[in-house]
């Protein structure tokens, strides 16, 4: 299925007359794609807080970090941000010789000034003092959205640095949405030193997001970008800007690795792993979206699986998205791979996958013309893992049905519960005869039983791993 190019997209969301005729194809083709509906999706967020940000602002101006048109050639406001060191215009008196010379002819200015220099250098010393024994290790991330700054702290609650960032406010709602950080604190190295990961875009960053680790001097020790990449997947090549969303961390023996899953919106989806210095050791693709990456130990042996959540594109017909869960062994993403449900990028199958699972809500989304996939990992408390699912509605806003499937950490399926709104839409629709479903509990018995585990070949009923013996052959 070949997706819609952006511009297309944005022009049809802001109700542009140059698309007019193309329009029935558009609502056709986002009905049957998830990744341009998530697109278009994406792209009304963003009118929309360009709108109310019209509205906050003074005389109706947008504020500069929220511009459509910018500059083409920005000041590096990371490199500003560091002290500029300036050179001492030369003379040719040498130093000894204006002093001397200050003494012999101003005796009291010289006096005077004798005694300021010595409390000048007093109080160098006790500034560097003071700055030695500094802790500079960061503790946390604070977004300080009204000055649109990005602010790392030690545990003593002393500001190390700050960095002017943009959207701010985007990324605490889609850290609020998706119960992750985009920016987090963690001793990569196992040596005690923290250092911040962060996948923000930073004020200099010219096009979109980019991944940084920084330590507490504001030094930063890597800076990945990501650039338009040429994809493969079947018949067809997706040119797509890859932009990394919320880093996690996972154990890799005595150091960790960094986990970001990178995407343009609407598949394909890489998961790519890194080292601590920013290396890459290996990617994961996956031909459809995951909004999220969690680091959970399934199995309480200390060692941290990686839980994705999201949609399968491909499903069962090219057409289809299916809400999807997958795992895997995080130290196993090596090289350039390809999940094992979703060939045809023409990489080898990846054999970091445990789990790949999918969920069956195609009767209900049937009569609300939606296409649902897995929202958030809502919790993992009480050895379960719990589950949201929302439906996007093309051209609307809403999502709907929305409900929480319940597993436990072997990926058994436990319980599925229903929503209220969603049981008043669904009510509401038995009223005017459009549908014959009913939300009771044998309905969400029906939802459980449905779930299917991918084995490496097929879907089976039965809890299944991904047998990696099955997929090589």
């Known amino acids: 299925m070949k997706h819609l190019d952006e511009h297309t997209i944005e022009l049809y969301v802001l109700g542009d007359h140059s698309v007019n005729e193309q329009k029935r194809s558009i609502e056709t083709h986002l009905r049957i ?39 083409e050639r920005e000041m590096d406001l990371w490199d500003s941000y560091h002290t500029a060191i300036s050179k001492r215009p030369s003379t040719h008196a040498t130093w000894w010789e204006e002093t001397r010379s200050a003494i012999v002819h101003r ?35 604070h977004y300080n959205i009204g000055s649109g700054l990005i602010e790392v702290y030690n545990k003593g609650n002393t500001k190390l640095w700050e960095m002017p960032a943009r959207d701010l406010e985007g990324a605490e709602q889609s850290d609020k949405d998706l119960r992750v950080k985009s920016s987090l ?16 875009r930073m004020a200099n960053d010219d096009v979109e997001n980019s991944l940084r680790i920084i330590d507490g001097k504001m030094n930063v020790l890597a800076h990945v970008e ?67 990456a969690y680091a959970v130990d399934l199995n309480n042996d ?5 839980v994705l959540i999201g949609s399968n594109d491909v499903g069962r017909g090219d057409a289809d998205n299916i809400p999807t869960i ?30 790949y699972v999918r969920l069956d ?29 929302k439906a996007t509605i093309p051209g609307a806003t809403t999502y709907i049905p929305n409900f929480e499937f319940v597993f436990d950490k072997q990926l058994h399926a436990v319980e599925v519960k229903n929503e209220d709104q969603t049981v008043r839409e669904v009510e509401r629709l038995r009223a005017r005869g459009k549908t014959s479903i009913t939300l009771d509990s044998a309905y969400m018995d ?13 879907w089976t009923k039965e809890v299944s791993k991904v047998d990696q013996g099955r997929v090589m052959k």
């Open 185 to 200: 604190v963690a001793d990569l190295k196992g040596e005690g030193h923290n250092v911040v990961i962060s996948t923000v």
């Open 107 to 141: 005796p009291m200015t010289a006096a005077v000034g004798s005694i300021a220099l010595i409390g000048v250098l007093s109080l160098v010393i006790l500034f560097s003092a003071t700055s030695l024994f500094k802790d500079t290790n960061p503790s946390y991330v």
């Open 326 to 355: 997958v795992v895997l062994d995080p130290t196993k993403i090596r090289g350039e791979t390809e999940s094992s449900a979703t060939r045809g990028f023409g990489f080898p199958a990846s054999n970091a996958e445990l789990y």
């Open 361 to 389: 809500l195609d009767e209900i989304c049937s009569v609300f013309r939606s296409h649902p996939f897995i929202a958030v990992l809502l919790s993992t408390s009480e050895n379960v893992l719990r589950f949201v699912t």
């Open 33 to 71: 794609c998830a990744g341009c509906r998530e697109l278009e999706l994406r792209i009304k967020s963003l009118y929309s807080s360009i709108d109310e940000e019209l509205r906050k602002s003074p005389a109706g101006f947008a504020a500069p970090e929220r511009a459509l048109v910018r500059t």
């Open 302 to 306: 200390g060692k941290d699986e990686l």
């Open 226 to 292: 990501y650039g338009v990449r040429p994809v493969h997947f079947r018949d067809r090549q997706y040119d797509a800007r890859f932009n990394p969303n919320a880093p996690t961390v996972v154990a890799a023996g005595k150091e960790k690795n960094i986990i970001v899953v990178a995407d343009n919106g609407r598949s394909p989806t890489v998961v790519i792993r890194y080292d601590a210095s920013g290396k890459v050791l290996g990617e994961y693709w996956h031909f459809g979206g995951f909004r999220g």
């Open 446 to 458: 029906r939802l459980k039983h449905a779930v299917r585990y991918w084995n490496g070949i097929d």
